[in-house]
Structure formats: C-alpha cells, structure tokens
C-alpha cells in the first residue's frame, strides 16, 4: 500500500515537472532577452522616413518612394500620418497596395512600409518641389518630420517620338582596345501600321559600327515591323586599333517616313596590355664560363595603347646558378617606349661543359612575356693548360719507364 502511495507522488511529481517547470527552461531566457533588449530602448520614440530623400524624373511621369514607419520605443504606437506639404502642381498621399492611408499600428521596435505617391498635375514643367511628410503619435506627444525633394528635367522629346522607340538596357560596355564590343537595342513600332525602318550610326572615325539581327550573323541596315511589334537589333562596335585608353559615345538612330528616334551608346576603352622582349641582335646565346658572371642585355617595349606599372623580372635557372637584373623591375612602361635591361647569369661552380637554358620572365600588368637564352659553359683556359700539363708529364713518364725496361 505504502508503495502504490509512493508511486502516485512519483506520478504527481512528473506531472508537474514537464506543465510547469519544463516549460519555465524552455521560455524564459528567450523572454528575458526580449525584455533586456526591450529595457534599452527609450519608453517612446518614432521615426517616419522615405527611402529616398531625393530624386530625378522626367516632366509627367509619377514617382514613388517606400515610406518606413519606425517605432523606437518600448510602448506600442498609433502614428498618423500627412502630407503635410504639396508643391503646385501636384497630388500627393500615403498609400498601401490597394489603399490610402492616413493612420498606421506600429508594435514596439518595429517598422512598417508604406508608399509616398505624387503625381504632377497636366502642364506641371520641369523645376524642383520639396513634399513634406509628417508622423504624429495619437496622443500628438510624438512627431517626426521629414522631407523628398523631387527634381523633374525635361522630356528628352526630340530623341524619342510617338512613331517609333528605341531603347537599349546596357548602352555603356567597357574592355581593350582590341575588343569586339556587342550592343542589344530594342526597335518597337508604335505606329498603326507597317513599316520599315533605316539603321544608321555614328561613332568616333575610323570605328566600324555594323547591325545584326540578334543571334544572327549578317548585317542589316534595315528592318521591317509590324504596328506594335518590337525586335532586338545588335550594334557590332569593333574600335579603331590605334585608338587610346577613354570614353567614346556612339549615336544609333532608326527612322522612317512618319517617325524617328536615336539613342546614345558609349563604349569606355581601357586601351590594350602587350608586352614585348628581345634582343637588339635578335641572339639568344652566350657563353660563360663556370662559376664566373656573363652579362647580355634584352629589351622590354610597351606595345599595347595603355600604360604598363610595377614591370618585374624573374628567372628560370638550373640549380645553383644566379641570375641578377639590373634594373630589377620598371615602375612604369609608358605605351610605346622601350627600356634596356642587364642580365648577369653566373654558372654554378660545379656546372659541367655544355649547353643550358636559362628563361627569363617579363611580368607586366595584365600582360607576361617570356625569353630563353641558350648559356654555353666552358671550363677556364687555365685548368686547360693544367690538364695538357698532367698529358706530356704521364707521357714522359711511360718514355723513361720503356727506356729503363728497354736497358734490362
């Protein structure tokens, strides 16, 4: 009996672990975190801000900017919110996706999107209008005030007409000189009938500007469209050569009997990285002798348009030798100007007589060139004559031993 008592208190006690201590491990540091995180913010602040403060529209087009009400402070909010200031000329409100609104919940440390959204009224010219949005707390102890400053510039009218538009997504690629750059432009017939439109280009002298239609290979200078119907044309830009390092616009424009347009490309040349090395002879040999320096000096000329920094040299040598340049590396290599550089490559002491190869590398930026030199090591003429010496001495050697045999 004892024991069933035993085992019902046993009972008890599991049960009231797990529905009331175990979920005591489970909440309270996650709540007490949001509560010491809640304890550093002030009792009540809010913020009304857009995501821009300032932008630039054509004349009659409608802008529209993300507006972030922010509740800073630890109490739960009701903010109103106005437009406080609306420059002739336009109509301005707050708004959601599928409404206006004038009013907004916001919990504490959090922030809510809205959209700020002006439309300017028929005639409205370019000039610039300053809208004036503010944010008040219900009990009006709270406000925040702030301000988008709308720059409208004229419709550019003469380059885009009701006929006809053309549009291009990247109208500015950059790369070398020696580069094909590849254009994609959209042609959209606005007219209410067929028609066929002239392509033509004009670009920096002695460019070739050529059109294709996209993912083909043949020029075109023209192309027929439909009433609505739009078709992507390539502009093929292959730069003049000789052409430096800067910026070249190139104008492409599409017209027919009833309507014209033209846009404005930019090609941004970087200029060309070549590299090239030699020697005034054209030879690629010397001799040296072992374990004594020989110097031959090679050339390093800046062929590409744009400049050449931080030139170094390295070398590619059997085991033991040494290899020095003097100077040991160009800081800079303007485009067409050639520099002498001095090598000394030295044998190792232990270089046997023969034929070996020694690479030199010439490391520029964005452009490498490498040259061989064939290093033909000789022993000194002085071991020659030792060697010669140790001959006759063994020759004369053997003559006295054969005379001596001979007399016995």
Do not use: C
């Not at 580069?179 to 994609?184: L, P, V």
């Not at 017939?189 to 392509?199: A, S």
């Amino acid at each position: 009996m004892k024991r069933g008592k035993d085992g019902l208190w046993l009972l008890a006690a599991v049960v009231f672990f797990l529905f009331t201590l175990f979920p005591a491990f489970l909440s309270p540091p996650s709540v007490r975190g949001d509560e010491k995180e809640k304890k550093d913010l002030p009792p009540r602040a809010i913020e009304v801000a857009p995501e821009y403060t300032g932008v630039i529209v054509p004349a009659g087009e409608d802008v529209s900017i993300d507006l972030n009400v922010t509740n800073k402070g630890r109490s739960d909010e009701f903010v109103d919110l106005s437009v406080t200031h609306v420059p002739k000329g336009w109509k301005a409100r707050i708004k959601t996706y599928s409404f206006d609104v004038t009013g907004i919940f916001v919990p504490s440390d959090k922030s809510k999107s809205l959209t700020l959204k002006a439309e300017p009224e028929e005639g409205t010219g370019p000039g610039k209008y300053t809208f004036v949005i503010k944010g008040q707390t219900q009990d009006g102890k709270l406000s925040s005030t702030s301000q988008v400053l709308v720059t409208v510039v004229p419709k550019e009218a003469e380059k885009k007409s009701k006929g006809v538009s053309l549009t291009s997504s990247y109208p500015v690629l950059q790369g070398p000189t020696d580069a094909k750059f590849e254009f994609s432009v959209e042609v959209e017939n606005k007219t209410d009938k067929d028609n066929i439109f002239n392509l033509s280009a004009t670009g920096p002298k002695d460019w070739d500007v050529n059109f294709k239609p996209a993912y083909e290979d043949k020029l075109i200078s023209s192309l027929r469209l439909k009433a609505g119907q739009s078709q992507s044309v390539a502009v093929e830009v292959k730069p003049y050569p000789l052409a430096e390092a800067g910026k070249y616009p190139i104008t492409v424009k599409v017209s027919s009997s009833e309507a014209k347009s033209e846009v404005e490309l930019t090609v941004l040349l970087t200029g060309t990285y070549k590299i090239d090395v030699g020697t005034a002879s054209g030879l690629l040999s010397l001799t040296a002798m072992r374990g004594e320096p020989s110097n031959i000096s090679f050339y390093v000329k800046n062929t590409g348009s744009a400049v050449q920094n931080d030139v170094k040299f390295m070398s590619f040598k059997p085991e033991n030798w040494k290899v020095e340049f003097k100077p040991e590396k160009l800081e800079t290599l303007p485009a067409g100007e050639l520099k002498q550089v001095e090598v000394t490559i030295t044998p190792a002491a232990q270089a046997l007589v023969g034929d070996y190869s020694v690479g030199i590398g010439v490391q520029g930026e964005k452009a490498n060139k490498n040259l061989e030199f064939r290093v033909t090591v000789k022993a000194s003429t002085a071991w020659g004559w030792i060697g010669i010496g140790i001959i006759v001495l063994v020759i004369l050697g053997l003559v006295v031993l054969f005379v001596r045999m001979g007399r016995r």
